[in-house]
């Protein structure tokens, strides 16, 4: 039994991609449902997902599809639209690899900054990305704040972009959400059963926790950097 609001979001949505084959944006949702905050939208799409409503398609802006409907049924497959090169095909095959010259479109959830988790940042946009950049998975892109990586060639005000995983080997540089109040940008290393977060520039010390205080919310799978 869904609750009013996820069954007029999911009912939202379908009639959206029944229409265009494109699902609405955050921003549309929340005003369709009269909502507050996207971060109400984010609650009941994790919701209907949860429970086999929808699911999201990786490295795609607006990527929701209907699995099945609040009365049970399986979904109507949407119109494909013309520039959509990841849909995936029906019956589980693996989507088609994008061109070398797509692009896509990813998250971006604004600057890294202390005392924000990345999935609560609210005003999320996208950002159209080279799809050469980007390898499998779900990605996500973060503004750099600072210089503590200006030795592995990130400055400040570069876009980080970052495939959501919540593991990550030593020596790879990850989003790392420390104590549930900072994330940050580091490299990752396992020392002594701690958790060392290198900075890559001298200035700065390593910083070190109990693995238990440390979230790898992803790891850097790229860069892109825009010159004024």
Avoid: C, W
Wanted: aromatic share 4%.
């Amino acid at each position: 039994m869904l609750t009013r609001k996820q069954h007029e979001l999911i009912t939202f949505i379908q009639n959206r991609l029944e229409a265009s084959g494109i699902s609405p944006s955050f921003e549309e949702m929340k005003e369709a449902l009269d909502l507050k905050s996207k971060s109400g939208v984010h609650r009941l799409i994790s919701a209907l997902e949860e429970r086999g409503f929808i699911r999201r398609l990786p490295n795609r802006a607006r990527a929701l599809e209907v699995i099945r409907t609040p009365e049970g049924s399986v979904a109507k497959a949407a119109p494909r639209a013309a520039n959509d090169a990841l849909t995936p095909l029906r019956g589980g095959a693996a989507p088609k690899a994008a061109p070398a010259n797509d692009v896509i479109e990813i998250p971006l959830h604004g600057r890294i900054a202390a005392g924000v988790p990345i999935e609560a940042i609210e005003g999320q946009s996208m950002l159209p990305v080279p799809a050469a950049l980007l390898g499998a998975g779900e990605h996500y892109a973060l503004e750099v704040s600072g210089d503590s990586m200006i030795e592995a060639g990130i400055l400040d005000g570069d876009y980080a972009l970052v495939r959501r995983t919540d593991t990550a080997r030593d020596g790879e540089i990850v989003v790392a959400l420390v104590r549930n109040e900072e994330a940050t940008l580091k490299y990752l290393r396992r020392e002594n059963g701690m958790i060392r977060l290198d900075p890559a520039n001298g200035a700065y010390d390593p910083q070190i926790f109990p693995p238990h205080e440390v979230q790898v919310q992803g790891k850097l799978a790229g860069l892109l950097r825009r010159y004024h």
